[in-house]
């Protein structure tokens, strides 16, 4: 693009002409309102055109509409310490970095693309029936994890998992998701290999999912857990956010409780929660399994 803008200035010879207006000559302001229409990456790399697209780029005003609303609430939940005159592209950026919260065991950070709230929950943050007997449950470390572990399922009756989060998040609609892989991976001479020595009962029954909110939102949906070796994102369900001045609290639920038979062999890193649009996303990377509505 910055190529293109060039050519304009040039004169028949390929040189620049000196009494000709340049990219420079453009007002600061006029840039920003510009630029102000793109999206985040695309303003990064237009900064680096020259000195006015450069300081146009820091703009408060341009940033201030990349901001989630209540991008103030953001800041004092998660910013510990804040300069009173830091700028708007400063906040974004450091609420596109991922902030802990809850003992760790949730995270919260900005896309950096489209500036939408993206919250994970770790499986030690959820609730889930027999984790405290190793017979059954272990907790074990893993790189392929944003926590560092997963919560890993040898063999078990009555399976059910639950999950509960209170978040001011921004007006819109957003996805819930848990994250899930059958058999337990682990590298071998440097590469991934994936164990399913435990996996067995997951395609006999399908699993259930619910999601509840604090304003009497519902959705259930049921899936079979399949495709041993690969993380998913299996959907709950969506919700709205009309009001981001208030909190939303949210639960979620993922049950398998038919004793006929056994189920084992499953990896559960965590519940994640992304803006809607985030779904298609994940079904062009094919990480997403769609769960069919009750």
Not at 240 to 258: A, F, G, L, P, Y
Request: hydrophobic share 35%.
């Amino acid at each position: 693009m910055g190529a293109s803008f060039s050519l304009l200035f040039t004169d028949q010879d390929g040189l620049s002409s000196s009494s000709s207006p340049s990219l420079g000559d453009l007002p600061e302001s006029c840039v920003a309102s510009i630029i102000g229409y793109l999206d985040p990456p695309q303003i990064c790399k237009l900064a680096k055109l020259n000195r006015a697209f450069r300081a146009a780029s820091w703009a408060d005003f341009v940033w201030e509409s990349k901001l989630p609303p209540n991008y103030e609430t953001l800041v004092g939940k998660f910013l510990s310490f804040v300069p009173e005159k830091l700028g708007k592209r400063d906040i974004y950026t450091r609420l596109c970095r991922v902030n802990t919260f809850d003992g760790g065991t949730k995270k919260i950070w900005l896309d950096k693309s489209t500036g939408g709230v993206c919250m994970s929950i770790s499986s030690k943050g959820l609730q889930i029936t027999g984790i405290d007997d190793r017979r059954y449950w272990n907790h074990i470390p893993t790189e392929e994890s944003r926590f560092g572990s997963i919560a890993y399922l040898q063999q078990i009756w009555w399976f059910e998992v639950d999950g509960e989060v209170e978040f001011p998040f921004p007006t819109g609609t957003y996805s819930v998701f848990f994250r899930l892989q059958l058999g337990r991976a682990a590298r071998r001479f440097g590469r991934r290999i994936c164990n399913s020595e435990h996996v067995h009962g997951w395609d006999i029954k399908p699993v259930r999912f619910q999601l509840w909110t604090s304003d009497g939102q519902y959705a259930t949906s049921q899936c079979t857990v399949s495709d041993p070796g690969e993380w998913f994102h299996y959907h709950v369900g969506d919700f709205n956010v009309e009001n981001s001045n208030s909190s939303t609290r949210i639960k979620i639920s993922m049950t398998q409780i038919d004793c006929t038979h056994t189920k084992g062999g499953l990896c559960l890193d965590s519940v994640v929660i992304y803006p809607s649009k985030f779904r298609e996303r994940l079904k062009q990377r094919g990480y997403l399994k769609c769960a069919k509505p009750m």
